[in-house]
Nanobody, 120 residues
């Protein structure tokens, strides 16, 4: 079984920075796309950014130029560097990964989420 564990959330002031991390644990053969999604208060879950194993990235328009997604393939870890944060970035941030287990089974895995609050 594969699990994703996020960390790095917390309270940050507007204009500040925060770095989220997500590590995949378990019987992993390979991971294709990894990404971050978020769900704000009263909102539906939305894409923030994704990154392939080759390093190709995709961002939501609302975070382009402010957030950077990166990954360490050797450590099955994905990061989200959040700069110039705004109050509207307040949300639960969820890690997601497309994983091929050693059994050969492919699945989409979600983390439990980490809360980011942007407030003065």
């Amino acid at each position: 079984q594969v699990q994703l564990v996020e960390s790095g959330g917390g309270l940050v002031q507007p204009g500040g920075s925060l770095r989220l991390s997500c590590v995949a644990n378990g019987s992993i053969f390979s991971i294709n796309v990894m990404g971050w999604y978020r769900q704000g208060p009263g909102k539906t879950r939305e894409l923030v950014a994704t990154i392939t194993s080759a390093g190709n990235t995709n961002y939501a328009n609302s975070v382009k130029g402010r957030f950077t997604i990166s990954r360490d393939n050797a450590k099955n870890t994905v990061f989200l560097q959040m700069n110039s944060v705004k109050p509207e970035d307040t949300a639960d941030y969820f890690c997601n990964a497309g994983v091929v287990a050693k059994s050969g089974r492919w699945s989409t895995v979600w983390g439990q989420g980490t809360l980011v609050t942007v407030s003065s």
